[in-house]
């Protein structure tokens, strides 16, 4: 039969590794979210993007149209429009249009950028909680490992391991903590 202390400090021990065992379940539990997290913000940055490139698109198309409903009201005045004042008028709506078309896919390159950045964050996040549990799981086992080892390795245990006078020989100290394992 065990003994009582044996008992306790099984329990203790075992009890420490699980809370460890828990802590590395759960960060490994936080990095699966962070990636599906991270997948989103990814797939949210593409969505970003490719809508920025349709507002250009649409802007640039609506400039075209701007210019060619220009020329045409020009040119229906009798007003030569490759040259002079209605030259300049076209130009500048293409000027002024491209300009339009470039913030577009500035702001929306930006805010995508934005999205792939935090996504990397979030990235980091989760692999820092992976770790942190892994961490926590070796360090529950080192202290689970060092309450056995404080429970049985007591000062009255190793009287006879030093370099006492007497020469004890620490033959009783081993026999006991072996029936502590066998018992």
Sequence with gaps: MCEPMTIAVAVAAAGTVMQGYAAQQQGSFENDVSKYNARQQDNEATRTRNKGTEEEMKLREKTAQLTSTQRAQLGASGVEVDSG???????????????????????????????????????????????????????????????????????????????????????????????AFTA
């Design 85 to 179: 004042s209605a030259l300049l008028l076209q130009e500048d709506a293409e000027l002024l249009g491209e300009a339009d078309a470039l913030r577009i896919r500035s702001n929306y390159g930006d805010a995508a950028d934005s999205l792939e950045a935090q996504s990397d964050i979030t990235r980091s996040q989760g692999k820092a909680a992976l770790q942190g549990g892994q961490n926590a799981f070796r360090s529950s086992l080192l202290k689970a490992g060092g309450s056995v080892a404080a429970a049985w390795y007591t000062p009255a245990s190793a009287g006879g391991l030093g370099g006492s006078a007497g020469g004890g020989s620490g033959v009783s100290n081993t026999s006991s903590m072996t029936n």
